[in-house]
């Protein structure tokens, strides 16, 4: 129940279902309805009929995307929840950082970041200065 107070389950999406069904039966009624009175509506019956079947078939189809955008929203925010309970837990498998590299003695020991300030170790594996106060190489 506090999960509803605190907004991390939301009752939306149910809701959601049941308004697409709703307006997905409206708009097959209003459909049918252009179609059978399309002569007394706009006075062309073969007009109305298009028009009742294209709104049949895009009206419908527009709702039903329209629905499914905010479905998958709320979705989206339900998954970041569950993914978010789950590092807090200590559940999740972390992949474990690279085993650090050792330093090499460099004559030129005493090189500074030229962006930190910070001290330069040289790392002879790959030949270039690594700045662990930035966590990059120079």
Do not use: D
Request: aromatic share 14%; proline share 6%; hydrophobic share 45%.
């Amino acid at each position: 129940m506090s999960a509803y107070f605190k907004f991390e389950k939301f009752i939306t999406t149910g809701f959601i279902m049941v308004v697409y069904i709703l307006g997905a039966i409206a708009l097959t009624v209003i459909s049918i309805l252009l179609i059978i009175g399309s002569p007394n509506i706009i006075g062309v019956s073969s007009l109305g009929i298009i028009l009742g079947v294209i709104f049949l078939i895009l009206g419908n189809l527009f709702w039903r995307i329209l629905c499914e955008y905010w479905i998958v929203q709320f979705r989206i925010f339900t998954e970041l929840v569950e993914i978010n309970k789950t590092l807090k837990g200590g559940h999740a498998t972390v992949a474990a950082p690279p085993t650090p590299v050792q330093p090499v003695n460099n004559p030129q020991a005493g090189q500074v970041c030229p962006t930190c300030g910070g001290p330069l170790i040289y790392v002879q594996q790959y030949q270039r200065w690594y700045c662990q106060r930035e966590g990059k190489y120079v």
